[in-house]
């Protein structure tokens, strides 16, 4: 027993020494591998910040040295070029606001008479430093990504300088593009505005220009205007004053305006007004502002308003209605000159004897092989103008045959101008359509028609219409030509010359401008009628001129189908027999007897009878619109063959455009006898 506890003593004291010496082991790496390497950094830590403390306060001292140097050697420059007093003011304000710079001058709103010298050197210098700050910025983790790829060598992303390059051309590709589309707007907008001056120049017969004065000036005639507004209100109160049986207000507003009428007058401008006017619009204004105070009711002056409203449309459209009467008289009635010119030449015509009356070389009147035309007309002058103009721009004049008809009142005057005036070289006849015993109420539909009760009355008795649309529509029918067989002759050219292979139709509102022999060796390709087409997009189709709503319409044409004009056709009158040609017409000008296919004229039913038939012209052959339209293009009239007055402005009537007259007037001599004694001048 002592001997195993003396064992375990021993035991027990070796293993205490051993803790004690692991212990010591312990804390001498723990003292030599994490307090020494402490101490070692913050002793450096501290002396490094101690020493960047000293360096600041070093360069701090420097700096202070240096201003106070720089500060002395600019008041020594100062003394010499200031006085004292300014010095101290300068002091002062310095000591108040801080020391003065360019920036400060910058942000207190400099005054324009000062000027800052280099200060766009000192704008580019501070924003070269703020770049390349900014750069730096930029630049720092590349530098770092650099130092540790490849040392000090810069690195550039090859992508990204690809992507930056390529964002560079789009920029400047779009600012090019914009740039060209400004340009092309710029241009565009020129050119609407030259086109747009055009059509303005010439409006209205040329008289009408919409830079007028009081587009330039906006009170221009103010006054003028200022007495209408009363004159207008004047009658409101007029109406609501003796409604409300305010007779000594109505008598007051009754003298006032009168007094304004007659002071207005006719006047349009302020010019025109008489001396007394402001007076009257004074004492206008003096009455109008009492009516107001006594008789003002929204309600009611709203409704006198209106009413005068819906009365002065309906005058508007009565005089648009009398306008139009007016315009298609005009148009359709002869002129004194031309009058007086027929009515001497048919005198001196029969005084002639009859061995006088005849024309020269009546042989070529049926020669195939010679260019013919045919005249229908009952105006001689006109006449005039196509032959003259025809023979004037022919190349071979000896082969050109004209053959005239007219009718028996204007016959004798037709023979005498051509017998006093031959076309030169070229063969004339006249004739007189009623003398042609084969046209006749039996055989033409039109005729028996015409000789009608029901068309009478459908022709002249336009007087109580029905509808104010009737009425408007219904003058057009008054037209004389409607009622004239020269105007439907033109179906019928067979048998007034039957011996003919070709023939020219000219209406006599037309001028010759070039030699028109080409036209007989146009091939038609077995057509009949060869024409200038007149449709555009939407306009001068057939549904334009026939009632598509009757089934027989409908059944056999096409609405959208080219319309052609008449004045210069050229017709084939070979495949014209063989067609049938007269036939046809004959055949719906029956079924028209109730007017239900079409309404007037002898395009409807020329465009019915030849559909189908008819060869599309050069447009250079047959210009048209110089009777109606004022933006016929000046180029298209001097290049054409044949320019058409077609509309109501005919060149021989006082209404005409003169923009387009001298095309007319040019093959008139007004100096000859007959057209001086009837005052016939250009």
């Not at 403390?53 to 720089?70: D, H, I, K, V």
């Not at 103010?222 to 003796?242: C, E, F, G």
């Amino acid at each position: 027993m002592a001997m195993r506890r003396g064992l375990s003593c021993t035991t027990i004291r070796r293993n205490k020494s051993n803790i004690s010496w692991i212990s010591v082991i312990v804390l001498t790496f723990f003292f030599v591998v994490i307090l020494v390497p402490l101490f070692f950094f913050v002793g450096r830590g501290l002396h490094v910040s101690f020493t960047f403390t000293e360096l600041a306060e070093n360069a701090s001292g420097l700096y202070e040295q240096n201003a106070n140097w720089r500060e002395r050697l600019a008041l020594q420059h100062l003394n010499s070029l200031l006085s004292k007093e300014v010095i101290d003011v300068i002091a002062a304000n310095t000591n108040d606001m801080g020391p003065l710079s360019l920036d400060f001058f910058k942000k207190n709103n400099l005054s324009a008479s000062w000027k800052v010298v280099g200060k766009e050197s000192s704008d580019d210098a501070s924003a070269e430093v703020t770049r390349t700050a900014m750069d730096v910025k930029q630049e720092t983790p590349k530098a770092k990504q650099n130092n540790l790829s490849d040392g000090h060598s810069e690195f550039i992303d090859p992508a990204k300088q690809a992507r930056r390059q390529l964002r560079e051309k789009r920029r400047e590709k779009r600012a090019a593009y914009l740039a060209k589309q400004d340009d092309e707007a710029i241009v565009k907008l020129e050119n609407a505005a030259i086109e747009h001056s055009k059509s303005v120049d010439s409006a209205v017969l040329g008289k009408y220009n919409i830079w007028r004065r009081e587009n330039e000036n906006e009170n221009s005639d103010s006054t003028v205007r200022l007495m209408r507004d009363q004159i207008i209100m004047a009658r409101v109160y007029l109406s609501i004053a003796k409604m409300k049986n305010r007779l000594d207000l109505f008598q007051e507003l009754q003298t006032r305006l009168k007094e304004s009428q007659r002071a207005l007058a006719d006047a349009t401008t302020d010019a025109d007004l008489q001396h007394g006017a402001p007076e009257k619009i004074k004492a206008m204004g003096q009455i109008l502002s009492k009516a107001r105070e006594q008789l003002y009711d929204c309600k009611l002056v709203t409704a006198k308003l209106r009413a005068m409203l819906q009365s002065a449309e309906e005058q508007v459209r009565s005089l648009k209605r009398q306008s139009t009467f007016l315009s298609q008289l005009a148009a359709k009635t002869i002129p004194n000159g031309i009058h007086c010119l027929a009515m001497r030449l048919t005198i001196d015509y029969y005084l002639l004897p009859p061995e006088k009356r005849k024309f020269p070389r009546s042989e070529n009147l049926e020669n195939p092989n010679l260019y013919h035309y045919a005249l229908f007309s009952d105006n001689v002058l006109a006449a005039s103008v196509v032959v003259n103009s025809t023979i004037m721009n022919a190349k071979e004049p000896e082969k050109h045959v004209f053959h005239l008809v007219t009718d028996k009142l204007n016959f004798g005057a037709m023979n005498m101008w051509f017998l006093l005036n031959p076309p030169g070289k070229a063969t004339i006849h006249v004739e007189n359509v009623d003398e042609f015993k084969w046209l006749n109420s039996s055989y033409c539909p039109v005729l028996r028609q015409l000789e009608s009760a029901a068309m009478k009355e459908y022709y002249f008795k336009a007087d109580h219409p029905t509808t104010i649309s009737a009425g408007a529509s219904n003058l057009k029918y008054r037209n004389p030509k409607y009622l004239s067989m020269l105007n439907h002759l033109r179906f019928y050219l067979p048998q007034v010359y039957p011996k003919l292979d070709k023939i020219l139709f000219l209406d006599d509102d037309i001028v010759v401008q070039k030699d028109m022999t080409g036209l007989w060796s146009v091939d038609l390709h077995g057509k009949v009628n060869g024409a200038v087409e007149t449709c555009g997009e939407s306009f001068h189709r057939f549904d334009k001129y026939l009632n598509f709503s009757n089934p027989h319409i409908a059944r056999n044409f096409d609405p959208n189908a080219c319309g052609w004009a008449y004045g210069m056709n050229i017709f084939d009158l070979k495949e014209w027999k063989r067609k049938d040609i007269t036939g046809i017409y004959h055949q719906w000008q029956n079924m028209n007897e109730d007017r239900t296919l079409w309404k007037l004229g002898t395009l409807p039913p020329g465009l019915i009878t030849f559909y189908g038939l008819t060869h599309p012209l050069q447009k250079s052959w047959h210009v048209l619109g110089l009777g109606y339209s004022q933006s016929v293009d000046k180029s298209d009239i001097e290049s054409a063959a044949v320019i058409h007055y077609n509309g109501n402005m005919k060149p021989w009537l006082e209404i005409a455009m003169t923009k387009y007259r001298s095309y007319w007037t040019k093959y008139i001599k007004y100096d000859h006898p007959y057209l001086r004694s009837c005052k016939l001048t250009g």
